[in-house]
């Protein structure tokens, strides 16, 4: 079965830095595409960004300039660099296996993902 497992999370100083690691197993992990998302407390999912099995890397609007998603495929690993980190980007970060169905389409919908990890949560204090 397919499963993903984030770590990397932990507590950081407002402007510090993070990464995020998303390690993949059971399935081929180099031809599916991998998102990243983030949830805060009482507020839904948030798509931060995605990397699709061509190393092409799409992002939302509001994270454009802090946030870089990459992948090493013969670790079968995704990653999420987070820089300048602020309060309010306190959550819980998930990685998701895109659906093959939607490929290509729908990257920032969390419905259009079929495997999800646990979580590792971020705190960023002032």
């Known amino acids: 079965q397919p499963q993903l497992v984030e770590s990397g999370g932990g507590l950081v100083q407002s402007g510090g830095s993070l990464r995020l690691s998303c390690v993949g197993s059971g399935y081929a992990f180099e031809y599916y595409t991998i998102g990243w998302f983030r949830q805060a407390p009482g507020k839904e999912r948030q798509w931060i960004g995605a990397i699709d099995d061509n190393d092409k890397s799409t992002y939302s609007e509001s994270m454009k300039g802090r946030f870089t998603i990459s992948r090493d495929n013969y670790e079968k690993t995704a990653y999420l660099q987070m820089d300048n980190l602020k309060p309010e980007d306190t959550g819980v970060y998930y990685c998701?296996?895109?659906?093959?169905?939607?490929?290509?389409?729908?990257?920032?919908?969390?419905?259009?993902?079929?495997?999800w990890g646990q979580g590792t949560q971020v705190t960023v204090s002032t």
């Open positions: 998701a296996r895109n659906d093959y169905r939607f490929y290509g389409r729908g990257d920032a919908d969390p419905k259009k993902y079929d495997t």
